[in-house]
T-cell receptor, first 114, second 112 residues
Framework: KAGVTQTPRYLIKTRGQQVTLSCSPISGHRSVSWYQQTPGQGLQFLFEYFSETQRNKGNFPGRFSGRQFSNSRSEMNVSTLELGDSALYLC?????????????FGPGTRLLVL | GNSVTQMEGPVTLSEEAFLTINCTYTATGYPSLFWYVQYPGEGLQLLLKATKADDKGSNKGFEATYRKETTSFHLEKGSVQVSDSAVYFCALSWTTGNQFYFGTGTSLTVIP
């Protein structure tokens, strides 16, 4: 079974631009979560989607948004980019929404904001 | 609230040494506990997990036991290899919501 895939793998943008990242979960997985990883803040939860609905949201400004499609693929969008948005963005999928479910992570998209 | 406290790194060990990475958590009730590993330039891979008290997760020679009385989930390996060099993350998942709370990560370097 193919793992979680994320595109693009690397991205360079300038301040004020917007960016869209894509995530394809493992086949059959319906929950997709997004995380931001930075050296200073570590891994921080952005949001989770299940059945095309945002179910849970972390403490990030409204510039960070996402959506999920009927095939469970998900996108996240960051508008009006700031230098501090430079990070590795990780997507994870799981079969269901339960505490014991394992989240499977993609390789990430590395975003650099100049 | 829920949180995970992980041993500060970096950790440097010689090959075949014993490894312990401490992890303690704060959560009400009974979270599920996980260890993930991140190799350079890659995403996180599940190493092992435990979903209830006294469960022992194990994989590739690594072990961790869910200790409710000490709210801990320490990672151990009897004999590390150079290929174990990576960053290790302890995490908890609490009820529904699929929100993982991660520790800060511990960087391990194993030297021949």
């Amino acid at each position: 079974k193919a793992g979680v895939t994320q595109t693009p793998r690397y991205l360079i943008k300038t301040r004020g631009q917007q960016v869209t990242l894509s995530c394809s979960p493992i086949s059959g997985h319906r929950s997709v979560s997004w995380y931001q990883q930075t050296p200073g803040q570590g891994l921080q939860f952005l949001f989770e989607y299940f059945s095309e609905t945002q179910r849970n949201k972390g403490n990030f400004p409204g510039r960070f948004s996402g959506r999920q499609f009927s095939n469970s693929r998900s996108e996240m969008n960051v508008s009006t980019l700031e230098l501090g948005d430079s990070a590795l963005y990780l997507c994870a999928s799981s079969l269901a929404r339960a505490a014991q479910e394992t989240q499977y992570f993609g390789p990430g998209t590395r975003l650099l904001v100049l | 609230g829920n949180s995970v406290t992980q041993m500060e790194g970096p950790v440097t060990l010689s090959e075949e040494a014993f490894l312990t990475i401490n992890c303690t958590y704060t959560a009400t009730g009974y979270p599920s506990l996980f260890w993930y590993v991140q190799y350079p330039g890659e995403g996180l891979q599940l190493l092992l997990k435990a979903t209830k008290a006294d469960d022992k997760g194990s994989n590739k020679g690594f072990e961790a036991t869910y200790r409710k009385e000490t709210t801990s989930f320490h990672l151990e390996k009897g004999s590390v290899q150079v290929s174990d060099s990576a960053v290790y993350f302890c995490a908890l998942s609490w009820t529904t919501g699929n929100q993982f709370y991660f520790g800060t990560g511990t960087s391990l370097t194993v030297i021949p």
